[in-house]
């Protein structure tokens, strides 16, 4: 048993006894065979309980009020819930903004409820992405890029791809002055890749291009529409809603062109890209199962990084645009 455990890498095995167990199984050649140690996981999971075990997703930011509102969250958890159920778990959510509630705090009722791994919701105003939970303890997965502290496995939307893909919609239906105005934090927070894609794939050469991208800390109206006015795009990208708002009165897409990358089931009419948030949470599901069953706990010396694909959904704030 002890051999069995060392070789599992648990925690209550003596550092000096575990180093020389893995010396000695390589120096064997011993190689474990994933189909046995699939059949343990599952027989050791039965005589523990015959209830499905259960995984957390912690919102780290979000209360549940503003879940209800957003319909990302919302399918973001369908599609977690939906998959954890289909490899047999059960997904509780825990909220890190609950009045009391701090990382060590819930570190110590996930550990008492024997929940063995955690999803942790995307990290957007945590000073660089810090939350202090007792990492060693539990599996854990990040959702979305950004300075998440320690550096853990996550998985995000490909959103270099995103953009690429609603330039090469919109090239094909003859846009040429195809602008992008947004907020520059979120930007960073993704490491420059939607600005990035939109220079490296846009029809007209580097300088025009820069001219039509407009990055502000923080976008206001007035902004908006004196860029509109200065760069004269014929349709602009947008990162979330607010320019719809912002855009009363104009005529669309006559006289303007609008591409959301954040496209959502409640405005379909508005053409976009849909992040498809529930196979993002599925992915999450996923990889924080695979290292359950490996018993794998605290910080990854290698994190991994995975990255899913949104979706084009033609909507009604575009149009082919004919040749002068």
């Known amino acids: 048993m002890t051999v069995s455990r060392a070789l599992r890498g648990e925690s209550h095995v003596e550092d000096r006894l575990r180093t020389r167990i893995l010396e000695i199984s390589a120096a064997m050649g011993y190689r474990p065979d994933p189909e046995i140690s699939k059949l343990m996981t599952h027989m050791r999971k039965k005589r523990l309980s015959q209830a499905p075990r259960t995984l957390a997703f912690v919102w780290a930011e979000r209360a549940a009020a503003e879940?209800?509102?957003s319909s990302w969250s919302e399918q973001l958890i369908f599609g977690a819930r939906q998959r954890a159920d289909q490899l047999g778990f059960q997904l509780d959510e825990f909220y890190l903004s609950a009045k009391g509630m701090t990382g060590r705090r819930l570190s110590d009722i996930l550990e008492a409820r024997g929940i063995p791994g955690f999803i942790l919701s995307p990290l957007l105003s945590r000073s660089r992405g810090h939350v202090s939970m007792r990492w060693e303890k539990f599996s854990s997965v990040v959702i979305g890029l950004g300075y998440a502290r320690p550096p853990l496995h996550r998985v995000h939307h490909h959103h270099y791809l995103g953009m690429m893909m609603?330039?090469?919609?919109?090239?094909?239906?003859?846009?040429?002055?195809?602008?992008?105005?947004?907020?520059s934090v979120i930007n960073e927070r993704m490491f420059g890749a939607w600005s990035s894609s939109f220079l490296a794939h846009h029809?007209?050469?580097l300088r025009q291009a820069a001219d039509l991208?407009?990055?502000?800390?923080?976008?206001?109206?007035?902004?908006?529409?004196?860029?509109?006015?200065?760069?004269?795009p014929q349709v602009v990208i947008e990162g979330g809603h607010h320019l719809l708002n912002w855009l009363d009165g104009v005529n669309i897409p006559a006289r303007l062109g609008l591409v959301t990358?954040?496209?959502?089931?409640?405005?379909a009419h508005i053409t976009g890209v849909d992040q498809q948030a529930d196979v993002l949470g599925a992915a999450a599901v996923d990889l924080l199962v695979a290292q359950e069953q490996q018993n794998e706990r605290g910080v990854p010396k290698h994190p991994k990084m995975i990255m899913t694909e949104g979706k084009w959904c033609p909507g009604e704030t575009v149009r082919l645009v004919r040749e002068d």
């Open 67 to 69: 879940n209800d509102n």
């Open 166 to 183: 609603a330039m090469r919609q919109l090239k094909k239906l003859g846009y040429k002055r195809i602008g992008y105005y947004g907020g």
């Open 203 to 205: 029809p007209l050469p």
């Open 213 to 232: 991208l407009c990055l502000r800390k923080e976008p206001t109206r007035d902004d908006f529409h004196h860029w509109l006015k200065r760069a004269k």
């Open 261 to 267: 990358l954040g496209w959502r089931a409640d405005r």
